[in-house]
C-alpha cells in the first residue's frame, strides 16, 4: 500500500529516459504484472506523464521507442544550383 500523502505524478527529478530495456520494464510492469501507473511511478522514479506518454506511443506506432533525437533547424536545402549561383551573383556582383 502506497503512503496517501506521497503524489506519484509529482516526481522532482527530471531525467532523460532513453533506455528502451528500461520502457520495456515499466511497459511490462504495468500490461502484465498489473501494475497502476502511480505505482509504476514510485518503483522506478519516473513521472506518470512520461508514463502516458509510452503507453500512448505504443497504442499509436506499436511501440515505445523513443524519438529520434534532430537537431533543430530549417532544413532548408539547395535543390537547384543554377538558380542559387544565379540569386547570389546578383545579390553580391
Known sequence: MLPRSHDPCQNPT?????SY????????A???DGLKISEASI?????????GLWLKRQ???GDF??????????????????KFREA?????G
Request: with cysteine.
Open 59 to 61: 497504442t499509436e506506432t
Open 14 to 18: 527530471v531525467t532523460t529516459y532513453d
Open 43 to 51: 518503483l522506478f522514479n519516473i513521472s506518470c506523464n512520461t508514463i
Open 30 to 32: 504495468i500490461k502484465l
Open 88 to 92: 547570389s551573383q546578383d545579390s553580391w
Open 21 to 28: 530495456d528500461l520502457r520495456q520494464k515499466v511497459i511490462q
Open 65 to 82: 521507442l523513443a524519438l529520434p533525437n534532430k537537431p533543430n533547424g530549417n532544413g532548408h536545402k539547395i535543390s537547384d544550383w543554377e
